[in-house]
């Protein structure tokens, strides 16, 4: 069974920087495309980022480009997402999810993820 455990949420003012990170067991982590999603109160689950196995591809919501980078330490089983000038409408519990299909490919759907973490809130006030 995949277990995916998020951290590094929390409180920050506006044009701050989070780190968060998602801690991957009981899967082939390398095998493993890897996506960061998130939800605000009120509204549905968006893609936020996604990387490939290695690395080497990454995928990015418009909203965020520019303003967040996905990484990943297959060594550590570890996915990151880095956000830098955080926004008020940032603010949401965000997800790591994992797909093991098999495909190295950076999906942006949701519904093409296997496993889920619990979530992190992120509140960024303004």
């Known amino acids: 069974q995949v277990q995916l455990v998020e951290s590094g949420g929390g409180l920050v003012q506006a044009g701050g920087s989070l780190r968060l990170s998602c801690v991957a067991s009981?899967?082939?982590?390398?095998?493993?495309?890897m996506g960061w999603f998130r939800q605000a109160p009120g509204k549905e689950r968006e893609f936020v980022a996604a990387i490939s196995w290695g690395g080497g591809d990454t995928a990015y919501a418009d909203s965020v480009k520019g303003r967040f980078t996905i990484s990943r330490d297959n060594a550590q089983n570890t996915v990151y997402l880095r956000m830098n000038s955080l926004k008020p409408e940032d603010t949401a519990v965000y997800y790591c999810a994992a797909d093991r299909s098999g495909i190295n490919s950076v999906y942006r759907r949701g519904v093409d993820y296997d496993y889920w973490g619990q979530g992190t809130q992120v509140t960024v006030s303004s």
């Open positions: 009981g899967c082939t982590f390398r095998s493993c495309v």
